[in-house]
């Protein structure tokens, strides 16, 4: 499996996933407009595109008019590379010695987050003689990445500390952002603010803050370029909201569908157990049909005896633990010729939106999505969305 995607089919495979790519470049329009004209707009493809393959997505987005890309490694940007020559494109975790010659002569940009990268860099762009472009990386309060208040400061004192560096664009990451009520986030949008005044003898940098959620906070934290992965591929940036009454609408469009495949439908004749551990008792009567899909597959051990999927419009069960490469529903309220062996059911889709499976499956969207796996027949289709 190439990590540039994975078009066409696999014999036999107990799934499609379908991934509708005119709805990625409206979800990319539709934050094109929330940021309006003073910002651009970049795209995250990291890990794959988030699962759904970059190799497809990433020319769309270019399509699309995108031209600042970012990824997490090396390895993701070169592969981007390939795709498109004049795009830039940033790598968040940074540059090594193992890294550094190849990320320079491929042009990609790496996000400095502490002092060994910056020396990394400037020993790479040495050994070329010409400035290397880079992001500089400042912590504001998300305790991963970045250098600390005190280090900024001292690199907007002492231009030697970057020598031979083009510094482009100085960069944060909010922990809070899908949480709109969350004090947190006026608290790193102003230490954002004095780390952008630290840096400023560096000359006119760019500012970028914004996750997907980060752009529904407001204008105040678009700065120059924002870096949105999660919303264009369908997954909600409201969907903590912070509220008691459950989350907002979902303002972007659904990207993906899975559909499993029904190997065999039976009927209990004598209530007993379903599936490992027995952990679900059919009683006599019920239909249980057995879909080619597991925890192999992405569809996570925690979704047993939680989840729900849509068989001819009606909502079944999960029932029984999620094995490795099969599931089981209870599919007693569905006629019996829509369950017959080769049928599909809908897993995840419009009607059963990435971030309802994700809830009942007790994590987010992103891991449900990126956890996808590589059995699946994968349709890239255009809905003209
Ligand atoms: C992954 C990532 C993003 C994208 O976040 P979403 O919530 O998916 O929009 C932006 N910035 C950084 C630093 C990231 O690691």
């Not at 070329?128 to 305790?143: E, F, Q």
């Not at 949480?179 to 949008?189: D, F, H, I, R, V």
């Not at 529903?329 to 059911?345: C, F, H, I, S, Y």
Request: charged share 20%; with cysteine; proline share 4%.
């Amino acid at each position: 499996m190439t990590p540039g995607g994975s078009i066409g089919t696999t014999i036999g495979a107990g799934g499609i996933l379908s991934v509708d790519l005119d709805a990625i470049a409206a979800n990319y329009r539709t934050l094109c407009q929330k940021t309006g004209n003073h910002c651009a707009t970049g795209a995250v493809v990291k890990a794959d595109a988030y699962g759904l393959g970059m190799g497809a997505i990433a020319p769309v987005l270019h399509d699309a008019g995108c031209r600042q890309f970012f990824v997490a490694i090396a390895e993701e940007g070169l592969a981007l590379r390939a795709l498109m020559d004049d795009a830039e494109i940033y790598v968040f975790n940074g540059v090594d010695d193992e890294s550094a010659a190849e990320m320079a002569a491929a042009g990609l940009v790496p996000v400095l987050n502490h002092r060994g990268q910056i020396e990394t860099w400037q020993g790479e762009a040495k050994r070329r003689g010409k400035a290397l472009p880079a992001v500089i990386h400042v912590d504001t309060g998300m305790n991963r990445l970045g250098l600390n208040h005190e280090e900024a400061g001292a690199l907007g004192r002492d231009k030697t500390m970057t020598e031979g560096l083009d510094i482009r664009v100085v960069m944060s990451h909010l922990a809070c952002a899908d949480e709109g009520t969350n004090k947190k986030n006026a608290e790193q949008l102003e230490a954002f603010g004095k780390a952008l005044e630290a840096l400023a003898p560096l000359g006119a940098l760019k500012a970028t803050l914004a996750n997907s959620s980060g752009i529904f906070l407001g204008a105040d934290y678009h700065f120059d370029l924002v870096r949105p992965g999660a919303a264009l591929y369908g997954i909600s940036p409201l969907a903590d909201g912070g509220q008691a009454s459950g989350p907002p609408p979902n303002p972007m469009a659904q990207v993906v569908r899975l559909q499993g495949k029904i190997l065999q439908t039976r009927v209990i004749d004598t209530p007993s157990g379903v599936g490992y551990g027995a952990s679900h008792q059919a009683e006599r009567g019920h239909r249980i049909a057995t879909v080619g899909v597991g925890y192999a597959d992405g569809y996570l051990r925690s979704l047993s005896n939680s989840a729900s999927a849509i068989i001819g419009g009606i909502r079944v069960p999960v029932v029984g633990r999620v094995s490795m490469d099969l599931i089981t529903l209870d599919v007693t309220a569905v006629a019996e010729d829509e369950t017959r062996p080769g049928a599909l059911v809908e897993l995840m889709g419009p009607d059963h939106p990435v971030d309802v499976l994700a809830r009942e499956a007790g994590t987010i969207g992103y891991e449900i999505l990126t956890a996808l796996g590589h059995r699946y027949e994968r349709r890239y289709h255009r809905s003209g969305a």
